[in-house]
């Protein structure tokens, strides 16, 4: 018997499994131990004269392996011919999103466990024997504070596609949870911590009794202090920034010749990736017909030319991965070029951590609440704040943060493998290997 620790994460995807020195991560997309959540599907060939991808015609379920590709695979895969097919990034954001239709539940489904078999495949093979047994995280919540059936959905989902690729026994843990318990495996004396897993697709605040004593222990309800949760992470820090420092090149704020402004909802469309429903808005025949238009009666119609280039490439996912690349350049800098070539030979723009801080301001203050209410739930301050999660590297946040909560220790965990680690510790733990 195998058993596993698997962070089928918003981003990135990884799989760990316990040895008698920790955890080890296996190998997922070359030798790398991580795996970005993506995924390319080869659209049926009496579509491809359709620019218009509808993720309702989508069906994973009948295509086989050899026909899909993941990760950096599929990224490449979509950049190549954007219209050949479907790219599906982060479908964990989705899981949890009200009113699904049975058929869209079931494809959203196959997705998950198409991505699930890919990377259980290849951990068997770096293993060479079968995983049975894993311990899968999940957010605290997935969809909002006020999303419980919501939340039930998302783990119905997970757990039919887990079951779908021949996991035999399932558990979940909660993804700041695992953070802890693996950090608890370094501790020497007893801490309450504030777990602070700032994802692409969620943030997840606990506040965790942990200690050398306290990990022996199979039932850890009572360690767990205070909890909070949202559907907010890197992704939205991402799209507020192609919004406030990509989008004014291409007709965001400009005006026709009427004296009329653009509306923004065409622009807030086209960066929000992680919305089906925005998505299929931006590229609708309806709003192809509206922004055609926009580029005829612009004052400047050169710049809304670029948001006609945009969606008859159907880039969406470009523009936000190049705000992204930006938004990692200004953990180091104070400020950056984002590379447009892809829509204009040499267009770019300058990206500052400035303008980032002022558009994702509400953002900051989300966050400031969710710690405030595991705080008060909690009945106490941490003496640590434990951090994890792509974005709790972002200069930004870690500045916001020790404004707020001065004289508080942080210490960072691995960004990006310590919810693995602590799933496979604790899979070790209940499965008793």
Not at 19 to 26: A, F, I, P, Q, S
Not at 310 to 325: D, F, I, K, M, N
Not at 351 to 374: F, N, P, Q, W, Y
Request: hydrophobic share 40%; charged share 25%; with cysteine.
């Amino acid at each position: 018997m195998q058993c596993a620790g698997f962070d089928y994460g918003t981003s990135n995807c990884s799989i760990g499994v316990p040895t008698g020195h920790g955890v080890k991560l296996l190998p997922v997309e070359g030798d790398a131990s991580q795996i970005p959540s993506t995924l390319y599907a080869p659209r049926p060939e009496e579509m491809f004269g359709s620019r218009a991808a509808d993720v309702r015609a989508l069906d994973v379920a009948s295509q086989s392996k050899a026909d899909l590709r993941f990760g950096r695979a599929a990224l490449a895969a979509y950049l190549a011919d954007p219209a050949a097919g479907y790219f599906i990034k982060s479908p964990k954001s989705f899981l949890g999103a009200n009113g699904l239709s049975a058929d869209m539940r079931a494809r959203f489904v196959a997705v998950v466990a198409a991505m699930m078999r890919n990377i259980k495949d290849r951990a068997e093979l770096a293993l060479d024997r079968p995983v049975t047994h894993v311990v899968l995280g999940r957010p605290v919540h997935f969809q909002g504070a006020l999303g419980d059936d919501e939340d039930r959905q998302a783990v119905a989902m997970l757990e039919e596609a887990a079951q779908t690729v021949g996991f035999r026994f399932i558990e979940f843990l909660f993804e700041p949870m695992a953070a802890a318990m693996d950090y608890e495996s370094r501790l020497k004396t007893e801490q309450c911590v504030l777990v602070l897993d700032i994802g692409g697709g969620t943030t997840d605040c606990s506040m965790v009794r942990v200690g050398p004593k306290r990990m022996r222990g199979i039932d850890r309800r009572d360690d767990v202090l205070g909890h909070s949760g949202e559907r907010i992470g890197g992704n939205d820090y991402d799209q507020l920034l192609a919004l406030a420092s990509i989008m004014p090149e291409l007709g965001l704020g400009d005006s026709l010749r009427s004296g009329l402004p653009i509306p923004n909802t065409y622009f807030v469309d086209a960066v929000t990736t992680n919305d089906v429903n925005a998505q299929q808005r931006f590229y609708s025949a309806r709003t192809r017909k509206e922004v055609a238009r926009f580029e005829r009666e612009a004052i400047e119609p050169k710049r809304v030319r670029r948001l006609v280039r945009l969606q008859h490439r159907r880039q969406s996912y470009r523009l936000v991965g190049a705000a992204e690349q930006g938004k990692i350049a200004l953990s180091d800098g104070v400020e950056t070029l984002v590379d447009l070539s892809f829509l204009e030979p040499g267009l770019g723009c300058v990206a500052t951590r400035t303008l980032m801080k002022s558009s994702c301001e509400r953002l900051l203050v989300h966050l400031a609440g969710l710690i405030d209410a595991v705080v008060r739930d909690a009945g106490r301050s941490p003496d640590v704040i434990y951090l994890t999660g792509g974005m709790s590297g972002s200069t930004i946040v870690r500045d916001d943060l020790r404004r707020r909560m001065p004289g508080v220790e942080f210490v960072d965990g691995d960004h990006f493998a310590s919810v693995t680690q602590g799933l496979a510790l604790w899979a070790q733990r209940i499965f008793r290997t």
